[in-house]
């Protein structure tokens, strides 16, 4: 089997309710993305998500080191991307390139093999733990608690909230995040998320008032990703285990996490450079026995790579409708996501959607983070909320 082309559709859609976090907390429901198709000889078309910026850079790697190759080679063409970009490091936007190939090629390889990505990657079971995450901080009282109330009833009791801006107000908003997870008929477990938001300082002040009140598993990214002795600090200053790692690039990036005891559990996901780069970490981790827990994706198709790692905790979930293009084989089930038997990857694109959807360009309110950080961030003490937007005056 040989790799003939690449083909690629950028879309944009609306999603089912808003998200937002303490850089962001007015929040957007707009979703864009880079629906990517790796092309054989053998009429099977691997498929995957990507960065709609990256989307030239994308076609470029594909036909300059993939077009012509064996895609069930998956690992040493993962190697011969990331040797590619050595000279600049796969940092930044490469990883993104190098992560939306890589997922293709993995759909590819379980869809020669006639089997789903989860057995091709050689777990034994199609259960994941899941865990809801809202990235709510633009949803009001109620919307927090439908949202986790939905989850719940769908057996979920692990949630985790975007705090950072007004600390009664996320006390409060805590609250009512457990209240709806108890609904499930489980004990909830409750995570909060500052964004890298937070001073060490602010982190500690902040994580400690919480814990006077509830008993928090983990505060995430509760100072700079790269900040190893401010991230140390936190995590010996709270209960709360310190989780980080989703906004890192490559395996050298926590390799200084873990030299430094900084983080107490490992977030990893397709930005670490697709499965192949993304298991690195993961393998890496579980020789210090330190546990890790995979980032959401729409449709959740990540959860084949969750499946078969033995130092998973649990996945995130965020069900806000960003899979509106396309089918996945997979369900939310007594607190699971159960992936199914569909060869490859689960995802099928609804073409008659792509085509709806289809953008020239992303609009800037589909960004993730239209005002990158908010004015403050880690620099004095944070308010209510109310203060100004990056950029204005």
């Keep these: 089997m040989k790799i003939t082309g ?19 907390p007015r929040g957007r429901d707009q979703y864009a993305a880079l629906a990517v198709f790796l092309d054989t000889d053998l009429g099977l078309t691997g498929v995957s998500l990507g960065n709609p910026g990256q989307q ?11 077009v012509g190759r064996d895609p069930r080679g998956v690992v040493g063409l993962w ?35 006639g089997e789903p990505l989860w057995k091709t990657l050689g777990a034994s079971s ?23 109330e939905r989850q719940a009833a769908r057996g979920i009791c692990i949630g985790k909230l975007k705090v950072g801006l007004d600390r009664e107000g996320d006390l409060r908003r805590i609250g009512i995040m457990r209240e709806a997870l108890a609904t499930s008929g489980r004990e909830p477990i409750l995570l909060v ?20 009140h509830y008993e928090l598993f983990w505060a995430e990214e509760p100072a700079r990703r790269w900040d190893t002795t401010g991230l140390r600090q936190v995590s010996s200053a709270v209960n709360a285990a310190v989780a980080t790692g989703e906004n890192l690039d490559d395996a050298a990036d926590f390799r200084a996490l873990i030299a430094h005891q900084a983080a107490d559990i490992l977030q990893i996901g397709v930005g670490a450079g697709g499965i192949t780069g993304a298991m690195r970490i993961a393998q890496m981790a579980d020789g210090f026995d330190l546990p890790v827990s ?10 084949h790579f969750a499946a078969v790692l033995p130092n998973h905790i649990w996945m995130e979930v965020v069900d806000a409708g960003q899979d509106r293009s396309f089918d996945h084989d997979s369900r939310v089930e007594d607190g699971y996501i159960i992936l199914g038997d569909a060869p490859g990857n689960g995802i099928q694109f609804d073409m008659a959607k792509l085509e709806q959807f ?3 360009e992303r609009s800037a309110s589909a960004a993730p983070s239209p005002w990158g950080r908010r004015r403050g961030g880690g620099l004095y003490v944070v308010g209510d909320g109310e203060s100004e937007e990056v950029g204005e005056e």
């Design 294 to 303: 995979v980032m959401n994706c729409p449709g959740d198709y990540m959860a």
């Design 193 to 212: 998320d500052s964004n890298e938001y937070w001073s060490p300082k602010q982190a500690i002040q902040h994580i400690r008032y919480f814990e006077r």
């Design 6 to 24: 690449i083909r690629s559709i950028m879309f944009e859609h609306q999603m089912a309710r808003p998200i937002g976090d303490a850089n962001n």
């Design 358 to 360: 289809r953008v020239t």
């Design 79 to 113: 190697q011969r991307m990331a040797d590619f970009a050595f000279k600049g490091g796969v940092r930044g936007a490469v990883t993104d390139v190098i992560g939306a190939l890589d997922v293709a090629l993995w759909d590819l390889k379980a869809k020669a093999n």
């Design 56 to 66: 030239r850079d994308i076609h470029a790697m594909a036909e300059n080191l993939l």
């Design 126 to 148: 199609r259960a994941v733990k899941a865990y809801a995450s809202g990235i709510d901080l633009c949803l009001n009282d109620d919307e927090i608690r439908a949202f986790y």
